[in-house]
């Protein structure tokens, strides 16, 4: 019922920047949030960022002061500065719905930092 699409990922090295991208389409009835959440191997997915419609916005205590996350309608940025290499991950989009809280994820998109 509803697709989304990250893109931006990539290869960069420590102190650089990237920016994803995440189109939503499909039978979007409301957005109550969205946000990016993030999974490195052998780890458990955590959360990354999160903006909540009509509210503010959630950070991971790793990732705040250095990750922006923003939205226009049903696309969601995040804009990545200094970069770590413990950014290293997986990253999916995510997209809550207000009935049901129904949740919708991305197929990913690979951010590796390395020197």
């Known amino acids: 019922q509803v697709q989304l699409v990250e893109s931006g990922g990539g290869l960069v090295q420590p102190g650089e920047s990237l920016r994803l991208s995440c189109a939503a389409s499909g039978s979007i009835f409301s957005i109550n949030a969205m946000g990016w959440y993030r999974q490195a191997p052998g780890k458990q997915r955590e959360l990354v960022a999160r903006?909540?419609?009509?509210?503010g916005t959630n950070y991971a205590d790793s990732v705040k002061g250095r990750f922006t996350i923003s939205r226009d309608k049903n696309t969601v940025y995040l804009q990545m500065n200094s970069l770590k290499p413990e950014d290293t991950a997986v990253y999916y989009c995510?997209?809550?719905?207000?009935?049901?809280?129904?949740?919708?994820w991305g197929q990913g998109t690979q951010v590796t930092v390395s020197s």
């Open positions: 903006i909540i419609t009509g509210g």
């Open positions: 995510n997209l809550r719905e207000v009935i049901g809280s129904d949740d919708y």
